[in-house]
């Protein structure tokens, strides 16, 4: 059976996975896209996160893997604003102690240099609280908005932060929930 023909079964990605072996594009497209529509579970995300943290992946897996959570939603046209070029930048977190902190600070300072600076963050891995956790702290501060609000607020104040919305990079919100749970930070 010919690689495009094969089923998606989410049990052989992660076993493939488990095992050591590389995942190609169509593997890591499908299960990103799988945890969006519930075709993966939220067991079979943990596992996966789990065989990622013990076997790592390759350049062209990671490069494959951040396009699919990518392209898990809505991709945004900042041109569709008047914002284009490299006018906008993105600073992620992957998750570390205190990092949260470096995010609340540096994007209001990146946009008063002139730079825009969006930003879909999460919430806490292990056990420090993330952006999203801190933000919604703050009495009106909508972690989930519009997706044209958060074009809008990031044209004219420069940042936002946000989390993982339906329309915006849906599958970060089960794998990141999936990686806290399943200590696999």
Sequence with gaps: MS????????????????DGETLDQRDLKQFV??????AVSQAQIGAFTMAVYLNGMSRQERIDYTLAMRDSGRVIDWATVGLEGPTIIDKHSSGGVGDEKVSLIVA??????????PMISA??????GGEIDLLEAIPGYDTVPTTAAFMNIVKDIGCA?????PDLAPADKPIFYARDVCATV
């Excluded at 209001?108 to 600076?117: D, E, N, S, Y």
């Excluded at 919430?123 to 420090?128: A, D, E, S, Y």
């Excluded at 932060?161 to 919305?165: M, S």
């Design 33 to 38: 896209d799988g945890t969006v529509s519930g």
């Design 161 to 165: 932060i946000i989390a993982p919305t």
């Design 3 to 18: 690689v495009a023909s094969r089923p998606f079964l989410p049990q052989e990605v992660i076993r493939r996975k488990r």
């Design 123 to 128: 919430r806490g891995l292990g056990h420090t």
């Design 108 to 117: 209001p300072l990146v946009a008063a240099c002139g730079i825009r600076m």
